[in-house]
């Protein structure tokens, strides 16, 4: 049983910087995957940004150049730093881990806002 710990949600000011955490606990196996989805309100989830093991990471064309996703293997935790947030970035963000298994989450709360 995996267990997902979120944080660095919030809101901020249209321009603004956040950071997220997610730390894996009571995995037996070695992580493959980690990364981050997000659901607005009327919209469907969709991928943020996503890093192998090996280093490999994927970005949704949306947040490429203003978001940065990176890892620390040995803790089992994956960021997501986020700079020049937009209005439209306000959503759910939700952690994905992959192992030999898929875990989710709880998500955590992105507001962007004047």
């Known amino acids: 049983q995996v267990q997902l710990v979120e944080s660095g949600g919030g809101l901020v000011q249209p321009g603004g910087s956040l950071r997220l955490s997610c730390a894996a606990s009571g995995n037996r196996f070695s992580i493959n995957l980690m990364g981050w989805y997000r659901q607005a309100p009327g919209k469907q989830r969709e991928l943020v940004a996503s890093i192998t093991s090996g280093g490999t990471t994927t970005y949704a064309d949306s947040v490429k150049g203003r978001f940065t996703i990176s890892r620390d293997n040995a803790k089992n935790t994956v960021y997501l730093q986020m700079n020049s947030l937009r209005p439209e970035d306000t959503a759910v963000y939700v952690c994905?881990?992959?192992?030999?298994?898929?875990?989710w989450g709880q998500g955590t709360q992105v507001t962007v806002s004047s």
């Open positions: 994905k881990t992959v192992t030999n298994m898929v875990y």
